[in-house]
Nanobody
Framework: QVQLVESGGGLVQPGGSLRLSCTASGSILSINAMGWYRQTPGYPRGLVAGITSVGSTNYADSVKGRFTISRDNAKNTVHLQMNSLKPEDTAVYHC???????????WGQGTPVTVSS
């Protein structure tokens, strides 16, 4: 009954841009925070960016100045604009919702991002 639908991943050259989107639907009680974690094979998920319903944002140091997170509360949708992409940004990006940035409750299936020449 809870579903997160992600889109926007793909293959891009270093320095390029991608825009990820995620829409939440179903019976979600704690939807205060939405955002993105990413996972590299063999490593746990790490926070990329999160945003609360009142607009407070949090970014990983490695993406500050390059990525911008935004949301549409009426549509339960979050976006991640990723500019100046680097090979180290390569990962599977997972959308989440939860009561806070550090307490995700639901995850999307993930959309892969590959930054390579």
């Amino acid at each position: 009954q809870v579903q997160l639908v992600e889109s926007g991943g793909g293959l891009v050259q270093p320095g390029g841009s991608l825009r990820l989107s995620c829409t939440a639907s179903g019976s979600i009680l704690s939807i205060n925070a939405m955002g993105w974690y990413r996972q590299t094979p063999g490593y746990p998920r790490g926070l990329v960016a999160g945003i609360t319903s009142v607009g407070s944002t949090n970014y990983a140091d490695s993406v500050k100045g390059r990525f911008t997170i935004s949301r549409d509360n009426a549509k339960n949708t979050v976006h991640l604009q990723m500019n100046s992409l680097k090979p180290e940004d390569t990962a599977v990006y997972h959308c989440y919702v939860g009561p806070s940035v550090v307490a995700p409750q639901y995850w999307g299936q993930g959309t892969p991002v590959t930054v390579s020449s």
